[in-house]
């Protein structure tokens, strides 16, 4: 049951004071003299670790991790004292404040449950505010304003990773009501976070809206202009009701269960099986071993198509019915060879081949010829479109097999200057 109640300047508790962030400097305590044991120790441990090399990719992905961590790196992150502590619980959970001995406060803050709680299970961290916090509220799953916060964070990769801008992200699923929304605007003024909302009912968005301004906390509603804007357009009133809202039937409709066919299709067509079937398949993708023809069939499935995947490997005849069905239908995937070699390495360590099947599967003369044996298929049916996927994330080759798919299907393809995409 959704439940709402009008937000006014009266009834809004004051703005919470902002927690400071404890400089980390002020943990430090005096050194104690070290001996002349101490000192010896100590200069050859750091003349060893002067001589030991590390790669440049490790020390990205060590400092990638610490980002999403919401660690400042090179330095090591506040740990909660045993000293005395003051305890404030709410249903959100818990915030420490307190001193470490030394004069200097300790915070906890909190953080969604890992374990996927959801509709006000919280647990919480311990974590210094090194870097800036978004809060993503959504009163149904949350996928939409997820994927909306990650697609923004994506134009700044190289202020996240490269420059150490550490982005805190937490999810609120399932916020129906705004006693749990208050909770979390809250917290987010004592972090000094920003908080992203897709909020369907207009009166607990406004509320949300008149929170955030009251508290000075940065705020976006990703749902409401789109809807008021399609609203205008169409002449009609929205329901202002949740996707999953009790008051919709929509949630298992005849599109879900279109997606759950797609998906069992898909998975028995995996890898060749079954070609009798491939006349069945809306999508039919070819290519080498490793260039991502499952992932890619599993995640069109996931929107509803159904999709075939068919291996070519030198010297074993291509079933007959992948050249009798529908060319138009067929979509043939290609690899960079040096991307395909680090790739079958990488798996046939894992499968822990011998030398000899490792060598007619990842050396890089067996994966040429095997690539030129694909290509000249390739060239024989000239209808097939060739995508490239080296590079590329499953969303970004999704994205451009539909493309193709849909302006074939309905005759609107514009002329192409390349058969590669």
């Known amino acids: 049951m959704i439940s709402s109640s009008t937000l006014t300047l009266s009834n809004i508790p004051k703005s919470p004071s902002p927690t400071n962030n404890p400089p980390l400097s002020d943990h430090k305590t005096a050194p104690s003299s070290p001996t002349a044991s101490d000192s010896s120790s100590s200069s050859s441990a750091e003349s060893q670790s002067r001589r030991i090399k590390t790669s440049p990719q490790l020390n990205r992905w060590s400092r990638a991790r610490a980002i999403r961590s919401g660690r400042k790196l090179g330095r090591p992150p506040v740990q909660p004292s045993s000293g005395e502590m003051n305890h404030s619980d709410s249903s959100l959970g818990v915030i420490i404040e307190g001193s470490s001995g030394d004069g200097s406060e300790q915070y906890q803050t909190l953080s969604p449950r890992s374990d996927g709680g959801r509709g006000g299970e919280y647990v919480t961290d311990a974590a210094v505010f090194a870097g800036k916090s978004i809060y993503m509220v959504s009163d149904g799953t949350g996928w939409t304003v997820e994927h909306a916060v990650n697609a923004a964070l994506g134009q700044f990769d190289y202020c996240l990773v490269d420059r150490v801008c550490a982005v805190n ?56 202009p789109i809807t008021e804007s399609i609203a ?18 929509v949630s298992l409709g005849e599109d879900y269960f279109q997606r759950i066919e797609a998906i069992e299709f898909t998975i028995k067509q995996d890898d060749g099986a079954l070609p009798e079937n491939l006349h069945k398949a809306d999508i039919v993708l070819a290519g080498v071993s490793r260039t991502g023809k499952t992932p890619l069939s599993i995640y069109l499935a996931q929107k509803g198509y159904k999709v075939a995947n068919v291996p070519i490997v030198m010297g074993l005849d291509l079933p007959s019915a992948l050249f009798e069905v529908d060319p138009e239908k067929v979509f043939a995937l290609t690899i960079n060879p040096v991307v395909l070699q680090a790739i079958r390495r990488a798996r046939a360590k894992s499968l822990g081949f011998d030398d000899e099947l490792r060598n007619n599967y990842s050396e890089m003369d067996h994966v040429k010829r095997e690539l ?17 996927v080296s590079g590329k994330a499953i969303e970004e080759s999704a994205a451009i097999v539909l493309r193709l798919y849909h302006d074939r299907k309905n005759r609107c393809s514009m002329p192409r200057i390349s058969r590669r995409y």
């Not at 060239?379 to 097939?384: E, M």
């Open 232 to 249: 205008a357009h169409l002449g009609v009133t929205p329901s202002g009701l949740p996707r999953w809202a009790p008051g919709r039937k």
């Open 372 to 388: 030129e044996f694909a290509s000249r298929i390739f060239q024989r049916n000239p209808v097939w479109p060739v995508i490239e």
């Open 169 to 224: 992200t937490h999810l609120f699923s399932g916020i129906d009501d705004v006693e749990r929304l208050m909770e979390i605007i809250a917290q987010a003024a004592k972090e000094g976070a920003m908080l992203v909302y897709t909020l369907a009912d207009p009166s607990i968005a406004e509320t949300a809206r008149q929170a955030c301004t009251l508290w000075n906390v940065t705020s976006l509603d990703v749902l409401g």
